[in-house]
């Protein structure tokens, strides 16, 4: 057991260490987390990949998903968010589509996949991961425009990779395709999540302002965010869009209620917002260390890197026909970040959707493979992407 304890505290210290890298350097620390995970796992076996430890995997992926976009939303302006909601929704669809139909073609006419199997892949690794996106966007020095713009394509794209691939899914098994159904469970997932998100959040500052509960004001907060996705994906909404939110209106329910004249005091205590901060590195320090944990190492081959490379390349190309898009109707970008922007992170989302093919019937050769190949494949180019762009803005005179 006191094994177990020296890594928790050790993985802690690690996690701390390459954050401070980070605030140095510029090098993001999602990577070094990854690859000591990696270390810990595949590579030593010091921690075993089996049993409990795999069991747990959809349950630290969702918690991680929840704490890091409860935090996203809280630190963000709802103002500025509904006016960067129509850029972004149609710069995440524009790639998203672009993805997936790059993808539907390549792997049909390079590998001999079918079109819906390629389809299939592209919607898996079609989006950018939030679990990564929102805490790095963070910590760059990129306008809030554009930091905002990154963190809503992350959280909607998480929503458009999952029903679109369970709709695929289904097509692929029943071998029906019914185009109007799969519109209308993403209109409801979207919608149903948003109502309910509201109706929590006011309710929940309601009670914040009229009970003496700032001792403990963000456990009971936590706690109404896991009973709130519980129940939106209990009626099949779509759970990360209803925390994100419950988060946004919570962290701005005070300038909201001064626009709309309504009387009250409904700011945050500044304490919770401190708790959250030590939450959200506990939480992300152990997420990537895990999601190294379960790389499977023995997958890498020379079949599955060659195709790994050409899905990562389709990737690259339509991101950045996508960005080329946005920068000509947006000329407020900055040349900087554009290039950050063109950078495309996979993570919690695309691990998750990876097995669920196989665990449908659906037999596709090296899917999971490639899958783990394009979230490393895609951390190392952000990585090392951000790590060069912040430097030389770093170096440039003010």
């Known amino acids: 057991m006191y094994d177990v304890f020296f890594i928790l505290g050790a993985v802690l210290i690690l996690g701390f260490i390459a954050s401070q890298i980070f605030e140095r350097t510029r090098f993001p620390d999602v990577l070094l987390l990854m690859f000591v995970g990696m270390l810990l796992g595949p590579v030593l076996k010091i921690v075993p990949i089996t049993g409990a430890v795999s069991a747990l995997a959809p349950y630290i992926g969702t918690l991680a998903l929840i704490i890091i976009l409860f935090d996203g939303g809280l630190n963000l302006n709802l103002f500025k968010v509904l006016t960067s909601l129509a850029k972004s929704s149609g710069f995440t669809l524009m790639v998203f589509i672009l993805n997936v139909v790059f993808l539907g073609i390549l792997m049909k006419f390079i590998f001999g996949w079918t079109y819906l199997e390629g389809l299939l892949l592209g919607t898996v690794v079609g989006g950018t991961s ?60 979207f919608s149903s999540a948003s109502v309910i998100a509201i109706v929590f959040a006011i309710f929940w500052i309601g009670i914040l302002n009229r009970l003496y509960v700032k001792q403990v004001e963000f456990s009971l907060t936590l706690a109404v965010a896991f009973i709130l996705y519980s129940v939106v994906e209990l009626v099949k909404g779509n759970g990360a869009i209803a925390i994100f939110i419950f988060a946004l209106l919570l962290g701005n329910f005070s300038e909201l209620a001064k626009r709309l004249r309504i009387k009250g005091e409904f700011a945050l205590d500044i304490t919770m917002r401190a708790f959250q901060v030590e939450v959200s590195f506990f939480v992300r320090t152990f997420f990537f260390i895990f999601t190294g944990l379960m790389f499977n190492i023995d997958a890498l081959n020379s079949t599955t890197l060659t195709m790994a490379w050409v899905v990562f390349m389709a990737l690259l190309i339509a991101r950045i026909l996508g960005v080329k898009a946005l920068v000509k109707s947006d000329k407020n970008i900055a040349p900087f970040e554009k290039s950050i922007i063109s950078m495309m992170p996979r993570g919690l989302v695309a691990a998750v959707l990876a097995s669920m093919p196989l665990a449908a019937g659906i037999v596709i050769p090296y899917f999971v493979e490639i899958v783990f190949s394009i979230i490393i ?7 090392f992407g951000v790590f060069i762009i912040e430097r030389k803005k770093s170096l440039e005179p003010s």
């Open 130 to 189: 939030s679990a990564i996106v929102i805490p790095l966007a963070s910590k760059l020095s990129m306008s809030e425009d554009s930091k905002i713009m990154l963190s809503l394509e992350s959280v909607l794209n998480d929503s458009l990779c999952i029903i679109v691939a369970l709709a695929l899914i289904e097509i692929i098994s029943l071998g029906t395709v019914d185009l109007r159904n799969t519109a209308g469970a993403l209109a409801s997932a």
């Open 377 to 383: 494949l895609t951390n190392l180019a952000t990585t």
